[in-house]
């Protein structure tokens, strides 16, 4: 696994065998059992758990908290103080927003009918997929169980309760579908519109 903690500010990852680096900021907290892509940057005050996977040239924001066997493609970007729970995959080239939560559990309680403290048997952890390339905007919060679909843009401040189809913009509480958008950022009038300019735009 190649990370480790070097340096100062700003500069680049260091270069060992040919392979650059991860850079760990070293206020961020990064499992051992974490596997961190080559040129991800891990900002201030980030914590990483175990078993998480990072890939490529990604960057992790200050105060972002990404839990334990969550996946994550290259080239993510994850910004300040957003929360990724246990449960999540994150395909390559998607943006992720400030504040953004990301849920892994439809029916929360602290205790069980009995009083009891609910333990992890007496869950069930929803799955939740972001597709390539879809970008989360600021404040918003997908509710677990839900596929943000390929270049889709969920809408700063959104609540995401349902999927979310492929170069969807959706908006709200609850999160509806209000157009739609090519990869390049294009308004389109429908679906099939966007799919044919992003493929325009490559």
């Not at 340096?7 to 990064?30: L, W």
């Not at 969807?168 to 090519?182: H, L, Q």
């Not at 308004?187 to 490559?202: G, K, S």
Request: charged share 20%; hydrophobic share 40%; proline share 4%.
């Amino acid at each position: 696994m190649n990370h480790r903690r070097p340096f100062d500010g700003d500069a680049a990852p260091e270069t060992i065998r040919g392979y650059r680096m991860a850079f760990i900021h070293p206020t961020a907290e990064v499992s051992p059992q974490a596997e961190i892509g080559e040129g991800t940057r891990v900002w201030h005050g980030a914590q990483i758990r175990e078993r998480a996977r990072l890939g490529k040239g990604c960057i992790v924001g200050k105060n972002v908290y990404i839990d334990f066997e969550v996946v994550i493609g290259d080239h993510v970007k994850i910004q300040n103080n957003s929360s990724l729970y246990h449960g999540l995959t994150v395909e390559d080239g998607v943006f992720i927003g400030p504040h953004v939560v990301i849920t892994n559990d439809r029916i929360p309680r602290a205790i069980n009918p009995d009083g009891s403290l609910k333990g992890a048997a007496d869950w069930v952890v929803g799955r939740t997929l972001i597709r390539r390339g879809a970008s989360i905007g600021a404040g918003a919060i997908i509710v677990t169980g839900v596929t943000v679909g390929e270049w889709a843009l969920c809408g700063a401040g959104a609540v995401v309760t349902r999927d979310v189809p492929a170069h969807a913009i959706v908006a709200g509480n609850p999160a509806r579908v209000i157009g739609y958008i090519s990869a390049g950022g294009v308004r389109c009038a429908t679906q099939e519109e966007a799919i044919e300019r992003t493929a325009q735009e490559r």
